[in-house]
């Protein structure tokens, strides 16, 4: 098996592009993961998955423990076989679900004690635990537990929470079992205040390793200080190891954080998004619920070659929706996964052809033109209802 490798390929300002060498193949960066948190993709099958040209899928420490539990998932030989993804695995430690419980949580120095959502059982996590999780699933990337700090925190807060992380950061290294070809990710903390970003991207780096993700971002600071933050943040990761923001977001958020030097991304938006009837194109976000799709003959975007655009109309996502019939999200859902991948086509492109300004700009364009027609729309019936 090789090493555990990042390799960059070209660069384009901040903006990188390379490919991750693993244990379970090589994935060419910058790379959406789709979402598996409980061993699948929501609505998806393996097939369709890899249909859209994913690469690395996500798994959850958190709800894999609870059901069906790591010993089981090892027994039956690991989250690789059980849900028919030979490829690489990321695996989140965690932190941010048990952080989302909000009073059914307990945080100390050794780790967090918390109730199931499912049936409140109470259950223990610890750095070492975590890892030990991570490993039993057989996760190729896997990531140390964090304390995911809230938003907003004040400075002492998020200093706090930041140098527990770093503490345990420090527990899940000497915990991590090193295998050819898998990887242990830190996690930056140290909520939108540079100096402890800082911090924390330093004292990760003197533990040395084979990734680094940037963590609690997305979690309400809005969009302009996410990206403030990733440009405080960024410099102070070594140029030869990728860059993982956690939980990220927006195909417009995508663009702007590989233009600050990102290389991975995950989020559960697009598969979320496809469940409720929203899909993401190169025409900005549709809602296929609404009832100007009824009789809709066109594609839900006419770029877009996934069998959601292909083979059906606006029209019959729209009827699938409003019948409640489940293909309307399994459809929906393929398609934004589609489309999130051939963004990062399209930005990987880009960076190696040095025109990623210009792709960006064009890609801004069609989803704000899109948005101010559809204003006008909604203008025009206004004004008619109104005259009436």
């Known amino acids: 098996m090789p090493d555990f490798l990042w390799t ?78 030979p490829g690489p695995i990321l695996t989140d430690s965690g932190g941010f679900q048990v952080m989302s419980l909000g009073k059914l949580r307990t945080l100390d120095e050794g780790g967090v004690t918390f109730a199931s959502h499912l049936d409140g059982t109470k259950h223990r996590l610890t750095p070492e635990r975590a890892v030990e999780i991570q490993h039993l699933l057989d996760a190729t990337i896997t990531m140390v537990l964090d304390e995911c700090t809230a938003f907003p925190a004040t400075h002492a807060v998020a200093a706090s929470s930041m140098a527990l992380s770093m503490r345990w950061a420090a527990r899940c290294r000497a915990a991590f079992v090193g295998r050819d070809g898998y990887a242990l990710f830190g996690i930056v903390q140290g909520g939108v205040y540079p100096d402890l970003r800082a911090r924390s991207a330093e004292a990760l780096r003197a533990m040395g390793f084979e990734g680094y993700a940037i963590g609690g971002l997305a979690v309400g600071e809005g969009q302009a200080a996410m990206l403030d933050t990733l440009e405080a943040t960024v410099p102070h990761l070594p140029a030869d190891r990728p860059r993982y923001l956690m939980g990220v977001g927006t195909p417009d958020d995508l663009v702007g954080s590989v233009m600050r030097g990102v290389d991975m991304f995950d989020c559960v938006m697009p598969t979320r998004a496809g469940r409720t009837g929203r899909a993401f194109t190169s025409l900005g976000v549709l809602n296929m619920r609404n009832a100007r799709h009824a009789g809709d003959a066109e594609p839900v975007d006419p770029a877009c070659a996934c069998p959601a655009c292909a083979r ?77």
């Not at 959850?60 to 989250?79: D, F």
């Open 8 to 85: 960059q390929e070209a660069k384009d300002g901040e903006a990188r592009a390379g490919t991750l060498h693993t244990a379970h193949g090589a994935v060419q960066t910058p790379v959406f993961m789709p979402v598996g948190t409980a061993g699948t993709v929501k609505a998806m099958t393996a097939d369709a998955v890899r249909s859209t040209g994913a690469g690395i899928v996500l798994g959850n420490t958190y709800h894999l423990m609870l059901r069906p539990g790591a010993e089981r998932v090892a027994a039956l030989g690991g989250l690789h076989r059980m849900m028919d993804w």
């Open 312 to 388: 059906h109309s606006r029209a019959y996502l729209h009827h699938l929706f409003r019948c409640e019939e489940m293909l309307g999200p399994m459809l929906l859902t393929w398609h934004n996964i589609a489309y999130y991948q051939s963004l990062m086509r399209g930005l990987r492109a880009a960076i190696v052809e040095g025109r990623l300004t210009a792709f960006a700009a064009e890609a801004r364009t069609g989803w704000r033109q899109a948005d101010m027609g559809r204003q006008h729309a909604s203008d025009l019936t206004n004004d008619a209802s109104r005259a009436t």
